[in-house]
């Protein structure tokens, strides 16, 4: 899990509260039932109403997974497929059918088998690209769908805004009550615009760069399967694929070579 996400938001409503009191007022005024209910409700309609019914499901893991997910670590993935490499070049392609069965990645395994199965490179380079496209466009999903939460919720809270003044307007009579309604009129518009730009657009920021880092790890795999098929060096094959790891990837393997 990588809580940063999470530390940040926290860090936002700290900001904010600690601005409220610093300028006299208190964070008491933010907990309005109607305008949490308007903000929070009301965005997450508008964003789901965009959506295909079968892609709530998928938006909503992407919610979870802004905040708990981690980015992957292929070095574990390239030592394997060294290995592999290896193994085919002394014992042949046939000789890696035990060792597909131990993967636990789901796509290094089926590219595993099919070479084993004596599929031609052209196909499995096909078909592994069509599974790197679908978890494009599945990330997709979540993404705009909260892209989409993030432009709603301000206008929104204007919504919310207009409504209180109605409200204000309606009951001029009472003037010593005025000013706290015209007040609370606003805090739905501070609560969309602190929503949209605290949680909902950072969370679709988060999932962009989980997916480029998925993907990039998705093709790392396609390029090793298709050097085991090739009867490439290992020697070449680790250089290849560690080139295309992250710069924590590459340091942490270092670090365990100098330990070593």
Sequence with gaps: MDPLTAMM????????????????????????IPALVLIFVGTFGAGAAGLMKADLATAL??????????????????DVIVKMADRARREGLLALEDMAKEIDDPMLKE?????????????????????????????????????????YAPTIGVVGAIMGLIHALG????????????ASAFVATLWGVLIANAVWLPMSTKLKRLSGLEVKNMEM????????????????????????????????????????
């Design 9 to 32: 938001v926290v860090l936002v409503f700290v900001a904010v509260i600690v601005t409220m009191l610093i300028e006299g007022s208190s964070p008491a005024h933010l907990l309005n």
């Design 111 to 151: 590219g595993i088998q099919m070479t084993v199965d004596g599929t031609d490179a052209d196909e499995i380079a096909e078909l592994l690209e069509m599974r790197i496209d679908a978890k494009k466009d599945a990330d997709k999903v979540a993404v705009g769908f909260f892209e989409a939460m993030g432009g």
């Design 221 to 260: 795999i396609l390029e090793g399967v298709l050097a085991v098929q090739a009867g490439t060096s290992p020697r070449m094959v680790e250089q290849k694929l560690r080139s295309s790891l992250p710069d924590n990837g590459k340091k942490a393997k270092t670090d365990e070579a100098k330990a070593a």
């Design 171 to 182: 009951n001029l009579e009472d003037v010593a009550a005025l000013g706290h309604m015209i």
């Design 61 to 78: 893991k992407g919610g979870k997974k802004a905040f708990t997910g981690k980015a992957p670590d292929g070095s574990d993935l390239v």
